[in-house]
């Protein structure tokens, strides 16, 4: 099966508002995954913002951190990203990304060398 990344569930919130954010990530199923979730705003970098590896375990970039949640539903193959109290800062395109992984490699927020990426979905947080 060849691997596909696809998110959804962005929009538009006012501040201290809620979104969660949905990744399916088909196709790994021949053995453990990093997932990602990164966001850009045009013309600046990309952020990587939360990981989570098949052990479960979870990173997340300060910016992000108390107020973001990654989690995952492995019988259906999707991540999620519970995003709470947003800020005006939040405002971005939001991208998920999946690899294949070993445990003895990076799973976190500064890794971008993943080879499966989705469309993204682009969330706005006004004040």
């Known amino acids: 099966e060849v691997p596909l990344v696809e998110e959804s569930g962005g929009g538009s919130v006012q501040a201290g508002g809620s979104l969660r954010l949905s990744c399916i990530y088909s196709?790994?199923?021949?053995?453990?995954?990093?997932l990602g979730w990164f966001r850009q705003v045009p013309g600046k970098e990309r952020e990587g913002i939360a990981t989570?590896?098949?052990?479960?375990?979870?990173t997340y970039a300060d910016s992000v951190k108390g107020r973001f949640t990654a989690s995952q539903d492995n019988a259906n193959q999707t991540l999620y990203l519970s995003m709470n109290n947003l800020k005006p800062e939040d405002t971005a395109m939001y991208y998920c990304?999946?690899?294949?992984?070993?445990?003895?490699?990076?799973?976190?927020?500064?890794?971008?060398?993943?080879?499966?990426w989705g469309q993204g979905t682009q969330v706005t947080v006004s004040s």
């Open positions: 990304a999946a690899k294949y992984w070993k445990s003895s490699l990076n799973c976190d927020t500064e890794d971008h060398d993943f080879p499966d």
């Open positions: 989570l590896n098949s052990y479960g375990s979870t």
């Open positions: 196709g790994y199923t021949a053995g453990r995954y990093c």
